[in-house]
């Protein structure tokens, strides 16, 4: 855990200030969905979603590859890692089982289906969050800003753009804890800013 100092606590959700002072904007053109594709795991899984993706496992098959298909009907649509926690299923220790890709560039085949209307679920909220990964204690939520070197066209991007990590990721902040939760994280953001110029 970080030091204290360096966090700030949003109704029991303890959020790193690198949340609201590093830059990240996603450059699909730069780094093709590669996260989608690196990687020892599949993505986290809340515990909810594991059912819906169940559910939904038939109406997001159209958008799927072949070799995403295959990994669902021999794995399941989620699985367990080596850590205990629900990810979704690999093909081949690779990528997810849910991207598909085109021209080059890996994509999200439940995020297609969302997007055409088959299913409500947009995508597993810890993809919709990239690059903040959550970790649920018994009393309260850890919010933090993971780095990893495939995203370093979204830091680059960020930065041009002048995009914190909390706004970038605004509508998925929205969609795990509400609109006064992410307002008041924003006005955390704009004290933060104003002591560090002082």
């Keep these: 855990m970080q030091d204290k100092k360096d966090m700030i606590d949003i109704e029991g959700k303890i959020v790193s ?4 002072e590093q830059k990240f904007a996603c450059d699909l053109n730069a780094c093709k969905g ?16 594991i059912h819906i993706l169940e559910e939904i496992s038939d109406a997001v098959k159209p958008y799927m590859e072949p070799g995403g298909i295959a990994a669902v009907e021999k794995q399941g649509a989620w699985v367990i890692d080596t850590d205990g926690d629900y990810v979704t299923p690999l093909v081949e220790g690779r990528q997810c089982a849910y991207v598909y890709f085109n021209d080059g560039m890996a994509l999200c085949a439940i995020e297609k289906a969302w997007k055409e209307g088959k299913v409500s679920f947009r995508k597993p909220i810890s993809c919709h969050l990239y690059p903040i990964r959550i970790k649920h204690y018994k009393r309260f939520d850890a919010l933090n800003y993971d780095r990893w070197e495939v995203c370093a066209p979204a830091c680059a991007c960020g930065k041009k753009l002048k995009i914190p990590v909390y706004k970038f990721v605004k509508g998925a902040l929205v969609r795990k804890y509400g609109q006064d939760w992410y307002d008041q994280l924003e006005e955390a953001a704009i004290l933060v800013e104003q002591e560090r110029q002082k």
């Excluded at 200030?17 to 609201?20: A, E, K, P, Q, R």
């Excluded at 996260?35 to 515990?47: F, M, Q």
């Design 17 to 20: 200030l690198d949340v609201l």
């Design 34 to 49: 590669i996260c989608c594709v690196e990687g020892d795991s599949g993505a986290p899984l809340e515990e909810e979603e």
